[in-house]
């Protein structure tokens, strides 16, 4: 009886052990040595809102200036690393889109965005606006124009391509 209680403990540890292994890290707040993962500039010397994408088996984040590039990093084939979570800067409550936060994070699976905005990102191209309300999504494109979508419907069109610098586009205020 003893053998088989001490079999069910060690069970039963395990599996709490893989619970918690599966439970994805929390967002990490940004630094002002992040480096932006396709550029290697520095993310905080640029507005607009940032995304950070953590990678199984790496101990930081890939961050990246503008959500636009994220979204293209998550759309493409390839990767290091499985992706174990996703986080965005919630719009809805950054001061200001020249200082969208450093720890105002949403899970991108949660978040809404708002696509084909008006608007320039901090890397200079149009921008994908992410929001952790959807009626902060709603009012965002009253004002600048787009649509709000979730994270799996951002068309391919909004974040891979060429990136037209002849489109005027607005920094919000």
């Not at 940004?30 to 809102?49: I, K, N, R, W």
């Not at 709603?138 to 709000?148: I, S, V």
Request: hydrophobic share 45%; aromatic share 8%; with cysteine.
């Amino acid at each position: 009886m003893k053998f088989v209680f001490t079999l069910l403990s060690a069970l039963a540890l395990v599996g709490c052990k893989e619970e918690i292994a599966s439970a994805p890290p929390p967002p990490m707040d940004l630094s002002q040595d992040a480096l932006s993962f396709f550029c290697q500039m520095t993310v905080s010397e640029h507005g607009g809102p940032k995304g950070q994408v953590h990678l199984d088996g790496y101990p930081a984040p890939l961050f990246f200036a503008q959500v636009r590039d994220m979204v293209a990093y998550l759309k493409s084939p390839e990767r290091d690393a499985e992706i174990m979570a996703v986080y965005v800067s919630d719009m809805g409550v950054a001061a200001s889109w020249e200082k969208p936060g450093v720890s105002n994070w949403t899970d991108a699976s949660e978040a809404t965005f708002v696509v084909e905005a008006n608007v320039r990102g901090g890397m200079g191209a149009a921008e994908i606006v992410p929001f952790a309300k959807m009626s902060d999504a709603q009012a965002f494109a009253l004002r600048w124009g787009g649509r709000p979508v979730n994270l799996n419907a951002i068309p391919d069109h909004a974040a891979i391509g060429a990136v037209d610098t002849l489109l005027i586009l607005e920094t919000p205020s």
